[in-house]
């Protein structure tokens, strides 16, 4: 069982607010995932992180922007929100082992919903 | 090219049947890791089965089973005794150890729906 946790669940906001997205994990994991899903649709990979101080953007070009600070926190901020923006943002983390496991654990996810 | 197929948008099953899920994948990679994901209607995406390219053997994981083919580069989910709480999205991933990132690409998924 993961221990990854996202906040809020659900964020319905008006266009032009800024927002934050929560994640935390507390497995210790080195490297940590946003992924963006449209309803029925793939994941894509929009950023990640090997560890402190490292972010990437992924293959999904956005305009959210995020930070590593501290391994078990890895937010997402969104500067204007659009409703184009509208979507589920899904976070993950899995264990920098060099394996070729290094199975990605999910947390719940945040709806969000831009008027 | 899609890197990861999933053919059936949605399926049907009795509960107690067996299901298979379809998945086939491209890459050149000779090293590389498969993946099946459950996502309920919460939408949280579940780990459920992980597959090697080197493994010998095709995974399983309780009622979950990984019918691997390597040479048809298919990876397709069995679930054996379904339940109705196994009725939820499927996706199938697939990371390529030459994607530094360790980036999932996941097809489009499967739904299942298990009929009493």
């Known amino acids: 069982e993961a221990d990854i946790y996202q906040t809020p669940r659900y964020l319905v906001i008006g266009t032009g607010k800024k927002i934050t997205l929560e994640c935390s994990q507390t497995?210790?994991?080195?490297?940590m995932y946003w992924y963006q899903q449209d309803p029925g649709m793939e994941l894509h990979l929009i950023h990640y992180?090997?560890?402190?101080?490292?972010?990437e953007k992924g293959d999904l070009s956005s305009e959210s922007t995020v930070s590593r600070i501290r391994t078990e926190h890895f937010p997402l901020t969104l500067e204007s929100a659009r409703p184009s923006h509208t979507s589920q943002y899904l976070c993950?983390?899995?264990?920098?082992?060099?394996?070729?496991?290094?199975?990605?654990?999910f947390g719940p996810g945040t709806r969000l919903t831009v008027l | 090219a899609q890197k990861i197929t999933q053919t059936q948008p949605g399926m049907f099953v009795q509960e107690k049947e067996a299901v298979t899920l379809d998945c086939t994948y491209d890459?050149?990679?000779?090293?590389?890791?498969l993946f099946w994901y459950k996502q309920p209607s919460s939408g949280e995406m579940i780990f459920l089965i992980y597959?090697?390219?080197?493994?010998?053997q095709n995974a399983t994981e309780g009622r979950y089973s990984l019918n691997f083919q390597k040479a048809r580069k298919s990876a397709n989910l069995v679930i054996s005794a379904s339940q109705l709480g196994d009725s939820a999205m499927y996706f199938c991933?697939?990371?390529?150890?030459?994607?530094?990132?360790?980036?999932?690409?996941f097809g489009t998924g499967t739904r299942l729906t298990v009929i009493p």
């Open positions: 991933a697939m990371r390529e150890a030459q994607t530094g990132a360790n980036n999932l690409f």
């Open positions: 890459t050149s990679d000779p090293s590389y890791g």
């Open positions: 993950a983390s899995s264990e920098r082992t060099g394996t070729r496991t290094d199975t990605q654990y």
């Open positions: 992180s090997y560890g402190v101080n490292s972010t």
């Open positions: 597959q090697g390219s080197y493994d010998q």
């Open positions: 497995m210790g994991h080195d490297k």
